[in-house]
């Protein structure tokens, strides 16, 4: 599948939708420290719905140029780790990161290095013990592609169902991040320099310590059948032209086969 300008309106909409969807959490957010605030009866699981929003966040806000937001949401993921009831002056800080986040949503664009560290450097610190993290099943996905737009958005989808992504367009620096990381999923554009996809996934089914990964394959519906004799068997294909139905199926398929 060749690079060019057809992806480009697709990304400006899905940018667009991040920005206008990051909004309205912030909104509901908003209304969840209020409860909070409250101490009225239910605030278990508004904190629960808060950290599910929080998460969700955090997965799209890198994927679409904001990088500092899915920092701060980090940050105010570990200062609400501890499953209790949290005192006024403690929400107040909560409500310091959002209203953190929403500036930057306002002023559309990743603030620069030297004004993100000033952000960062503004934000509470965590003052209590830290305790166990909370239980998020998250997918460990390596991405590979040369092709940055569709990186992007085979990125976005993926962030969209709960993946935790590494990408990259280099199929010796994916090979690397697969030995290291032995991430659930490896998707990768199967036209590559030096190694093409199909290669890359063989490559993976022999490492011994690698059996519990899947390999999937970036391709169009018009392809994949002409490539089907040269697939082997086990390996997945996401269809470019049906990308979120088939990353939903994908990922349902693994999370379920691991018991999760």
Do not use: W
Request: hydrophobic content about 40%; aromatic content about 4%; overall charge negative.
């Amino acid at each position: 599948m060749p690079e060019n300008a057809d992806i480009d309106p697709i990304l400006d909409r899905l940018r667009e939708s991040f920005i206008e969807t990051a909004s309205e959490r912030l909104d509901t957010l908003d209304s969840y420290i209020a409860t909070l605030l409250q101490g009225s009866q239910g605030t278990t699981d508004v904190m629960t719905d808060f950290r599910g929003q929080t998460h969700s966040l955090k997965g799209t806000g890198g994927t679409f140029g904001f990088p500092l937001i899915s920092v701060i949401c980090h940050r105010l993921e570990e200062y609400i780790d501890d499953d209790r009831q949290y005192l006024a002056d403690e929400l107040e800080k909560v409500q310091d990161f959002v209203d953190q986040i929403r500036k930057i949503i306002e002023l559309g664009i990743n603030p620069d290095e030297a004004e993100s560290e000033e952000i960062l450097a503004t934000l509470p610190i965590r003052a209590i013990a830290p305790s166990a993290p909370i239980d998020v099943r998250e997918l460990k996905v390596v991405l590979v592609s040369p092709m940055s737009a569709l990186r992007q958005l085979t990125g976005f989808f993926l962030s969209e169902n709960g993946c935790q992504i590494e990408s990259t367009d280099s199929p010796t620096d994916a090979f690397r991040l697969i030995i290291e990381g032995k991430p659930d999923l490896v998707i990768s554009s199967i036209q590559m320099q030096a190694i093409n996809g199909i290669d890359l996934g063989r490559a993976i089914s022999a490492v011994s310590f690698l059996q519990n990964t899947k390999m999937c394959l970036l391709t169009s519906s018009a392809d994949i059948g002409d490539l089907s004799d040269g697939i082997p068997e086990g390996f997945a294909c996401v269809r470019t032209d049906q990308m979120e139905d088939d990353i939903l199926d994908l990922v349902s398929e693994i999370t379920a086969g691991s018991g999760s």
